[in-house]
């Protein structure tokens, strides 16, 4: 699962800082400060942090997508990450497409953000598709059909469109859709969000597969369970800084900073469910 140009660790963050550029009225903005840390080829590393304190932007940075899209877009102002042995302050524009397929980026909320005009094999398949028009129809139907039953859904869901969904059942259909492409690297900002306590558990043997394929993991959860079922070290962010970094118990059991001392003590975040109006599929 390596690039071949990459001997060293899947992901590394080399004392990075990350910046805003000043945009109209607002200043510019630091969002990462000196962030150091290695992850290997199949490690899973978790992201936890206090609102603002960077997470996102580390995520976006980490996967390339800070050098697309659109403006207001953070840039690398000190230090460098690199992520499947590309820098992420000079990668090139071929370089940026490859490693769009083979990072895959689940941003926040992303079943809330699904096309709605598409049906859940359009939104499945639509990756493949724009990366190979002429893939072949058979391969890509068992594909989805494979995505689909590890993220426990029926396939009477197939022509289903999102509205016809609950948020958990739309949600497990974005982490279907962010896997498809078999990246090397999956990063996912907040992967759990509003999937219900009965059906969390596909994700997480869907990521423990991954990994036992040769698949990196990036994680951004305020959800404890998850951080100890699929993480090996956890990150923690407060005001653009790292303040702990190690396997979560440890940091918890011997907090390095009063975020993680008021985390220890909350118990982490509540367990969610998926939203009453989910229109019988389950
Ligand atoms: N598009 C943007 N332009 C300017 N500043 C931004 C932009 N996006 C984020 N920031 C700033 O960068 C810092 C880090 O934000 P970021 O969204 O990465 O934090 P976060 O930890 O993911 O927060 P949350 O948990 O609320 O999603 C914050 O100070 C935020 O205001």
Redesign the pocket.
């Known amino acids: 699962m390596k690039h071949p140009e990459q001997d060293g660790p899947a992901v590394r963050a080399s004392d990075l800082s ?1 910046d ?2 000043a ?1 109209g009225v ?1 200043p ?5 400060d000196g962030i150091s840390f290695e992850l290997p080829v199949g490690g899973s590393l978790g992201v936890i ?12 940075v980490l996967s390339g997508r800070h050098l697309s899209g659109a ?4 840039f690398v102002s000190g230090g460098d990450a690199s992520t499947l042995g590309r820098s992420m302050r000079k990668v090139g524009r071929r370089e940026l497409t490859k490693l769009t397929f083979e990072v895959s980026l689940l941003e ?1 909320e992303a079943g809330a953000h699904l096309k709605p005009e598409l049906t859940v094999t359009e939104l499945i398949s639509e990756p493949v598709l724009e990366r190979d028009k002429k893939f072949s129809e058979r391969a890509l139907g068992v594909r989805v059909a494979t995505l689909l039953d590890a993220v426990q859904m029926p396939l009477s869901s197939l022509d289903k469109y999102p509205y016809e969904l609950s948020g958990g059942q739309r949600q497990r259909i974005a982490i279907a859709r962010a896997l498809v492409l078999g990246p090397k690297v999956f990063i996912a ?1 907040e992967p759990m969000a509003g999937i219900d306590i009965t059906v969390r558990h596909t994700v997480t043997e869907l990521l423990d597969g991954f990994r036992r394929d040769g698949g990196t993991v990036i994680v ?1 959860t305020h959800d404890l369970a998850m951080l100890r079922e699929v993480t090996d070290d956890v990150l923690a ?1 407060h005001q ?1 800084r790292v303040v702990g970094y190690g396997p979560i118990d440890a940091m918890l059991a011997d907090p390095p900073h009063e975020f993680l001392a008021a985390l220890a003590q909350s118990g982490g975040t509540e367990t969610q469910y998926e939203t009453p109006e989910a229109v019988g599929i389950d």
């Open positions: 990350v805003y550029a945009h607002s510019s903005n630091r969002a990462l942090g206090s609102s603002g304190s960077g997470k996102s932007t580390l995520l976006r403006d207001s877009r953070p926040q900002d951004v962010l653009s």
